[in-house]
Structure formats: structure tokens, C-alpha cells
């Protein structure tokens, strides 16, 4: 699994050159303004709700003496945790509202990958791909927050906070990944069949999935570029991937 997450943050490598090369840049203007948008709405909520949060927070607190410092903490940890929160939920609704608009951009790199014009494959249409991705990424923020929250809460625990906040990111990685690939996987397999696909190369979606978080970190520039290069490093791959095992075949709807 190390080496396919190494061939997953590798991938990253030339997206600029092939996005600029197959002429893709036009697909990702509504994506980034969802992009935008989002992640916007979300930094805005965590400011405004971390003094309410903070506030039944510190309640907590019975003592007169350190209720100032006490708040203050209380205040910072909220907002921390609405942000987590806040990026778990934006991962899954810009990748989710994104489908219709990015599995063009992952039909045209397997194309050119494959040296094809248009390769075999389910033919699905704008409807179908949003309901192909909003069904996707509500399983994985389930799953993802079914897992996430149990492990913030460990992170609470002295010198175990280092592992959890380890474990924090591969899960939201892997996740992350999980949305890129399947924009391909879409293509060619139904819907429980791409789960299982993932499962057996989730190396490859963490290592798409662990750059892609830290273009989260980068302010502004992060979410402009995130989902262009994460999706076409994703198609890449996943195209290999599927090239390898020669599952690039037709399926039935």
C-alpha cells in the first residue's frame, strides 16, 4: 500500500502541462466558484459559531478563578473543531456538485492516455452523474465521520493527540481520494463495484488524498487549484490502475 501511495502523490507531477496540453481548464470554472463558495461559507460559520460554541464550552468551568483563560481555550477549540468539521463536509459537497463537471475532464484524459477518441464505457448522463456523485460522497462523509470523531475525541488524551491528529488526516485523505477516483470509476463500474475497486487501491486514494489536503492549507490559491490538479492526478491513475487488471470494459447500467 506505501508504494501506491507514493504513485499517488507522484501523479501530481505534469497535471499543469496535461491540463494546459488537452485544453481542460475551461471544465473547472464552475467547479472552483463551488470550490469558493464553500469553503467560504464554511471559514465564516467557524468564526461566527466559535463564541457560541466557546461560550457553552466554558460552562464546564465551575471555578471563578481562570474562567477568562478557560474561555479563551474553549473558544479556540471550538473553532478548531467546527473547521475540521466544517472541511470533512466541504470535501464531500464541492466533490459532490462537481461530478457533472468533472467526469468530462476524466473521460478526455483516459482518452488521451489510451490513445483513443472515445473508449467503451457506461454512457451516463448530467442527472445521473450528480446522483452518482452525491450518493458517493454522503456514504464517505458517514463513513467519514463515523471514523473522525471517534479519534478527535482520543486526541484529547495526552501524547495520543500526535497519532490521532496522524489518523485524522490519512482518513480525510483517503475520503478525499476515494470522491477523485471515482469520477473515472463512474465510467465503468456501478456503484458497489467502484467501492470495492477503491478498497483494493486505497494506497492510490491516499496519496491523491494527502496532497489534496495540503492544498487545503494553502489560503486562497489552495482551493482554486485543489480540484483540478487532485482530479487530474486521480484519472491518471486510476486509468493505469484499471488498464493493469484490463478493466476497461463496457458495463450494462
Known sequence: MVRNIFKGIK????????????KLWKYFGIPVLISIIVATTIILSAYALSDNFGYYISKL???????????LISEILSGILILILGFILYKHIVMALSAPFMSPVSEKIEAHLLGVERHSHRDTSFTEQLWRGTRINVRNLLLEL???????????????????TVLVFLIQAYYAGFGNMDYTLERHFKYDESINFVKEHRGL?????????????????GIILVLPLSVTAASTETVKALKAQNRLKSHDL
Open 61 to 71: 468551568w465551575i471555578w471563578d478563578w481562570g474562567r477568562e483563560t478557560f474561555f
Open 205 to 221: 486514494a491516499i496519496g491523491n488524498g494527502i496532497v489534496f489536503m495540503l492544498f487545503l492549507l494553502i489560503p486562497v490559491i
Open 146 to 164: 463515523l471514523f473522525t470523531i471517534p479519534v478527535l475525541l482520543i486526541g484529547f488524551i495526552p501524547v495520543v493527540g500526535v497519532i490521532s
Open 11 to 22: 501523479a501530481y507531477a505534469g497535471t499543469f502541462k496535461l491540463i494546459s496540453k488537452l
